[in-house]
């Protein structure tokens, strides 16, 4: 695929939260580990999440301490500062100043132990330049993060997040109804960049659009799409079942070999 090497990952805000086009309930933990060890088993090597995500990190905590170092070794596990949860509320709220990013990090780290890609939730351009965040990345580093990352959701974060080498990898929203972020996928993979696209059905609108077609033949078309962008890095699937995950896998394979078949 034009030298790109995409894989599919699971994110995991749907096993912490009510989520999504059509909101379901959250499935308990025992059902939340059964859905992480099958993603395991179907070779799923990338997980993201975040505080906000409600049960998510606490949940993904618990199964990773039933991993073989083996087996830790071979995932990435990614998540987020910046954006908090309320758990009294049952709501997700914004908080950028160092104490609440240091704070943050270092319950993630309690839940998860070792993370390997942190990433700024709820970016925006006046965010990026300040010394909060500046001292929550030096902090970050101290407390053994790998690399560091944006979650953006505007073009300016976008085009920040490109231009500054020590953001290694960009999170951002695509798909077939959401396309402004193209240039920004072309740029960071022009310079090296890891790019995670999530949302590839639109938080499921895109499977729901077209009752006279099936929802294999919509997935497989609302991957394709992403897929020919031709990046380096991972499209999120927000599954969190466990049937449903092995349904996403094949039919991301079957859009892979239909691009290689048909590059262009």
């Known amino acids: 695929m034009q030298n790109s090497n995409i894989e599919l990952a699971c994110g995991l805000i749907g096993i912490g939260r009510v989520w999504g086009f059509k909101e379901t309930a959250v499935p308990s933990e025992a059902e939340a580990i059964a859905f992480l060890d099958s993603a395991l088993v179907q070779s799923i090597g990338y997980y993201d999440t975040a505080p906000s995500y409600g049960l998510s990190e606490a949940r993904l905590g618990k199964w990773l301490r039933t ?4 087996q830790r070794s071979k995932i990435t596990i990614a998540t987020k500062f910046g954006e908090h949860w309320s758990e009294p509320e049952g709501k997700a709220f914004v908080d950028h100043t160092y104490e609440a ?11 998860l132990g070792q993370i390997d890609i942190l990433q700024l939730h709820k970016t925006n351009p ?7 965040l500046k001292r929550a990345w030096d902090y970050a580093r101290e407390k053994g993060v790998k690399k560091l990352g944006l979650s953006v959701s505007d073009i300016e974060s976008g085009e920040m997040a490109c231009q500054d080498d020590q953001y290694e990898v960009i999170q951002l929203p695509f798909n077939q109804q959401n396309t402004i ?3 920004i996928i072309q740029e960071a993979t022009r310079r090296g960049k890891t790019v995670v696209t999530n949302r590839p059905f639109n938080m499921g609108e895109a499977v729901h659009k077209d009752p006279t077609k099936t929802k294999e033949y919509l997935e497989q078309e609302a991957f394709e799409f992403v897929l020919r962008q031709f990046f380096n890095g991972f499209i999120l699937t927000g599954t969190k079942s466990r049937d449903h995950l092995v349904e996403n896998v094949a039919t991301f394979k079957k859009a892979v070999a239909a691009i290689e078949e048909k590059p262009l």
């Not at 991993?67 to 083996?70: G, Q, R, Y």
């Not at 006046?126 to 909060?132: F, G, Q, T």
């Open 126 to 132: 006046a965010v990026l330049k300040s010394d909060d």
């Open 181 to 183: 972020f193209a240039p």
């Open 67 to 70: 991993l073989t170092k083996e």
């Open 101 to 111: 990013l240091r704070t943050s990090l270092d319950q993630s780290i309690l839940r």
